[in-house]
């Protein structure tokens, strides 16, 4: 009986703090899909017409130029937007092994594919010399898998004031280099006036607003509902203190100095 009750006290030490403290679930493999994808074609190579996310001029030179619109089926109601993506083709002699990693940051539906990607990142995808080859294909069988985004030199994520937020009674905002797997499920904005917490609005792709003629003032601080993708859905909450200050000007980003991975 000692030994057993010794046993159970043992599994309860080793399992509580994870309980407390709400570490994420390990992460589950994701399994490589098989789609199509195609390219928009740009003199610079660079970019998504529609900008349906919300990112502005970020979105074009993101990830290197590296991005991608997803069509309607992996949009998400703009949950897609900021995902990453792992994506190779398969023919021999013209595609590398390695692929090329994308950046959602628009949505798009054309030849029946399930990513249009920059013709730069489409490019990315050939063997050295090859992207001429590859290129005239328009369109081509690959596999893809959700992978976690990584941003050299921009470790925490950032809050962006849309430009759109140049009414002093209008607020929007982006949020940009959105590490690990997650999608966002919701954003929530406290009004120090009342002293509560308000539901922003999903205006569209990334874009949450605030249709209030009064938003709070600054510093403000925002909580993101987010969910992990890597481990079966789990649901976190994430507080970003006063990661906007009294001050706050219109197309500028904030750091938030939380990362999120």
């Known amino acids: 009986m000692k030994g057993l009750f010794f046993g159970v006290v043992v599994c309860l030490l080793v399992l509580l703090p994870a309980a407390i403290f709400g570490h994420d679930p390990v992460p589950v493999p994701s399994s490589p899909k098989k789609g199509r994808v195609t390219y928009y074609r740009q003199p610079n190579g660079l970019g998504i017409p529609s900008r349906a996310c919300g990112y502005a001029d970020t979105g074009i030179t993101y990830n290197y130029g590296n991005v991608a619109a997803a069509s309607s089926k992996l949009w998400r109601n703009g949950a897609a937007c900021g995902a990453c993506y792992k994506v190779t083709c398969g023919i021999k002699g013209v595609c590398n092994s390695q692929g090329v990693k994308i950046v959602v940051t628009d ?19 050939a063997l050295p010399n090859k992207a001429s080859q590859l290129l005239p294909k328009v369109v081509v ?59 922003m609005r999903n205006a569209y792709g990334a874009v949450y607003d605030l249709p209030d003629p009064n938003p709070p003032k600054g510093p403000i601080s925002l909580k993101l509902k987010l969910k992990n993708t890597a481990s079966g859905g789990a649901v976190k909450l994430v507080k970003l203190e006063n990661v906007i200050p009294r001050f706050w000007k219109a197309g500028v980003a904030y750091d938030s100095k939380v990362k999120v991975a």
């Open 107 to 125: 949505r798009g539906d054309r030849d029946n594919a399930d990513f249009m990607l920059s013709s730069h990142a489409f490019e990315a995808m």
């Open 141 to 199: 069988d690959v596999k893809y898998e959700r992978i976690p985004c990584k941003y050299p030199g921009h470790d925490a994520l950032m809050v962006k004031v849309t430009e759109q937020s140049k009414f002093a009674e209008y607020l929007s905002i982006v949020l940009l280099y959105q590490g690990g797997q997650y999608d966002v499920l919701g954003i929530q904005i406290y009004d120090g006036s009342v002293k509560q917490w308000k539901d």
